[in-house]
């Protein structure tokens, strides 16, 4: 056997210390060691923000609320968009079309509209005079959207 002046030492001749488990430690001369972070304080949760044209769509539903054909949900007249559009500019409220689609999206797929417009009858316009009759499909859309909103209560 020839000696190569090498000498091999095996994991289990190694002496078993706290030290040598896990990480090994490495001692700088005049090391500090190092401070953990202060966490900052939980903020509370903010409150979700409401859309400026969820307010401005409800302010405009505040004014179409002086139309009885509005306030009792009962079936609106087909491009209904326009006397809204007149009624905004008479009343010179700002509102965007996307403020007057948001808003007849909200009023048509309520609970109170549904139902008027599932009994059939007549369609109105805002000042209440009859536009139009409520078609078979119509009523038949009504029905499935009502079908397909949760039960109140």
Do not use: C
């Amino acid at each position: 056997m020839t000696r190569t002046g090498k000498r091999i030492i095996t994991r289990e001749q190694l002496p078993v210390s706290r030290a040598s488990v896990g990480k090994p430690v490495y001692n700088k001369p005049g090391a500090k060691p190092k401070p953990k972070a202060k966490r900052k304080p939980r903020q509370p949760p903010r409150p979700p923000k409401t859309p400026p044209s969820d307010l401005r769509a409800r302010e405009l539903s505040d004014s179409l609320n002086n139309y009885t054909v509005w306030l009792d949900r009962m079936p609106l007249a087909l491009g209904i968009e326009k006397q809204v559009f007149k009624h905004i500019a008479d009343l010179h409220l700002s509102a965007s079309k996307r403020v007057v689609n948001k808003l007849l999206h909200y009023h048509t797929h309520n609970r109170a509209y549904l139902l008027a417009v599932g009994r059939g009858g007549m369609r109105f316009n805002l000042d209440g005079t009859e536009a139009g009759a409520i078609t078979q499909g119509e009523r038949d859309h009504a029905g499935r959207v009502l079908a397909a909103m949760p039960q109140p209560g």
